[in-house]
């Protein structure tokens, strides 16, 4: 009896230093990614897009595995030339179901989010200073999980919204042929 009390507790003990290096490592970075890095320190990434002070990278060949489970869409985010997030492109229901379960094992039950504008379901995270979000496209079924490092994108948002501001007609809907009366803004309020 006493040698599976020794063996449970090696076993438990195992598994639970495994779990700290994992949630370790995502507090310092993202295998082997370290958060707030130059982008200089990654030779073998290449551009995929960039648009203001974002760029995204991936490195071709690259692959991660999660219980018995590969997965090779990986796209890194840098914001000014710092590390800051990761976007995991997930290519099946079964791939999904392992990274939502590995997930709630490690960091507890999600917040969750249904947008019925987009389609989206997504759970979210929150392991100190990495914000993780899982998402599925319930209509075209596009699933991804993203990792963003919240000190390193300060200011993104905003940056976001103002360059979506400037582009989007989605503020002023109005078509430019319609011909509208305006009323002056203030006047049709009584204020005394």
Do not use: C
Request: net charge neutral.
């Amino acid at each position: 009896m006493k040698k599976y009390h020794i063996v449970i507790f090696i076993l438990a003990s195992s598994l639970y230093l495994l779990n700290n290096a994992w949630t370790a490592d995502l507090e310092e970075g993202f295998m082997g990614y370290k958060w707030g890095d130059d982008i200089w320190h990654y030779d073998g990434l290449k551009e995929l897009y960039n648009k203001g002070d974002i760029t995204f990278y991936s490195n071709p060949g690259e692959s991660y595995s999660i219980e018995e489970v590969t997965i090779g869409d990986v796209i890194y985010g840098f914001y000014k030339g710092k590390f800051y997030a990761v976007y995991i492109n997930i290519d099946s229901l079964d791939k999904y179901d392992v990274i939502e379960a590995r997930m709630k094992a490690k960091y507890g039950l999600p917040d969750s989010k249904t947008s019925t504008k987009d389609n989206l379901f997504t759970y979210k995270w929150k392991y100190k200073d990495v914000t993780i979000k899982l998402k599925i496209d319930q209509l075209k079924g596009n699933m991804k999980v993203a990792f963003y490092h919240e000190p390193t994108s300060r200011g993104l948002k905003k940056e976001l919204i103002l360059q979506e501001i400037e582009t989007s007609d989605r503020f002023f809907p109005l078509e430019k042929k319609e011909n509208i009366n305006m009323t002056p803004f203030l006047e049709s309020w009584n204020i005394r």
